[in-house]
Nanobody, 122 residues
Framework: VQLQASGGGLVQAGGSLSLSCAASGRTFNNSYKGWFRQAPGKERECVAIINWSGTAPIYAASVKGRFTISRDNDKNTVYLQMNNLKPEDTAVYYC????????????????WGQGTLVTVSS
């Protein structure tokens, strides 16, 4: 199983980026998917989670209203649209799939992508 993330890059504050993560090796149509990020010197945090049907996505407070997670089960792909980016959004972003959602924003994925770097300049 592989999760291939893409779309990271350098953007100015206030700008937008769109990340995508395509899965291969198995389908995740009945599974949760999510995006995590890890900034230098900080712990990995979960920024967005989406269930199998794409309803009721969950966001970290720090990104709510600016980021949108979505999925296309036909393409076995999950997306993260990031708007109004801030320097504090600078991090390596990881997609994740499968595993268990325990509620309250606690998601324990089974599979991880390789990470894509997002850098937001001020």
């Amino acid at each position: 199983v592989q999760l291939q993330a893409s779309g990271g890059g350098l953007v100015q504050a206030g700008g937008s980026l769109s990340l995508s993560c395509a899965a291969s090796g198995r389908t995740f149509n009945n599974s949760y998917k999510g995006w995590f990020r890890q900034a230098p010197g900080k712990e990995r945090e979960c920024v967005a989670i989406i269930n199998w049907s794409g309803t009721a996505p969950i966001y970290a407070a720090s990104v709510k209203g600016r980021f949108t997670i979505s999925r296309d089960n036909d393409k076995n792909t999950v997306y993260l649209q990031m708007n109004n980016l801030k320097p504090e959004d600078t991090a390596v972003y990881y997609c994740a799939a499968g595993g268990l959602y325990r509620g309250g924003g606690r998601y324990e994925p089974s599979y991880w992508g390789q990470g894509t770097l997002v850098t937001v300049s001020s």
